[in-house]
């Protein structure tokens, strides 16, 4: 089983609170789990990423927690800004899949003023 | 400036013609990628090569056709096989164990 499955799909917050994003994978042999951030008519850039040996990881406003038991790992985005508002992919890979990553449908976030 | 450069940003192609969209990084990655993105389907895996003169179909390969020359070049035919072509492309380029992929800015095609 190789698909992530992302929600939700679209996602509004006010300016100042908490933004969660959420995937869950069955593909138990991935182990490594980055998430990306794309503007509109822009290619994604890649925002954090995670491996399923530490429990959360935090970059700034930007903090991934990893559930390996139940196969589910999150994004949070606190103090969420207007310039936030992105459209936000995660992504899973394996070795055995060459490291081909595996994206998520996409959640498009809307922070407003 | 270091990255990839995909070409053109725009391109239209009309019914029966074979298109050819860029795709250059001087990175030094070996290994690129063409995903195709449309909406609320995030991004589907068209091509990859992991070394020059090779390549591989990803997920969503009929009606595409690739070829890897050289280490700094990836382009991607759309050919008239591809019945519903509009879409945004993108390119990517890795390199390291993680496989951490960087994109270009894309190519938005359209149908005349």
């Known amino acids: 089983q190789q698909q992530v499955k992302q929600s939700p799909q679209s996602l509004i917050v006010q300016k100042g609170g908490i933004s969660i994003i959420n995937c869950a994978y069955e593909n138990t042999a991935f182990d490594y789990f980055p998430w990306y951030q794309q503007f509109p008519g822009k290619g994604p850039a890649l925002l954090i990423a995670?491996?399923?040996?530490?429990s959360e990881k935090k970059e700034g406003r930007f903090t991934i927690s990893f559930n390996k038991s139940a196969k589910q790992f999150s994004l949070h985005i606190m103090d969420s800004q207007p310039g936030d508002s992105a459209t936000y992919f995660c992504a899973a890979s394996s070795k055995g899949s060459a490291r081909q990553l595996t994206f998520g449908s996409g959640t498009q976030l809307t922070v407003l003023p | 400036d270091g990255g990839i450069t995909q070409s053109p940003k725009y391109l239209f192609r009309k019914e029966g013609q074979n298109v050819t969209l860029s795709c250059e990084q001087n990175l030094n990655h070996d290994a690129m990628y063409w995903y195709r993105q449309d909406p609320g389907q995030g991004l589907r895996l068209i091509y990859y090569?992991?070394?020059?003169?090779?390549?591989q179909k990803g997920d969503i390969a009929e009606g595409y056709s690739v070829s890897r020359e050289k280490k700094e070049s990836f382009p991607l035919t759309v050919t008239s096989a591809q019945k519903n072509p509009t879409a945004f492309y993108l390119c990517?380029?890795?390199?390291?164990?993680?496989?951490?992929?960087?994109f270009g800015a894309g190519t938005r095609l359209s149908v005349l």
């Open positions: 090569s992991q070394i020059v003169n090779d390549f």
């Open positions: 995670i491996r399923p040996d530490v």
């Open positions: 990517a380029s890795s390199s390291g164990q993680e496989n951490i992929q960087y």
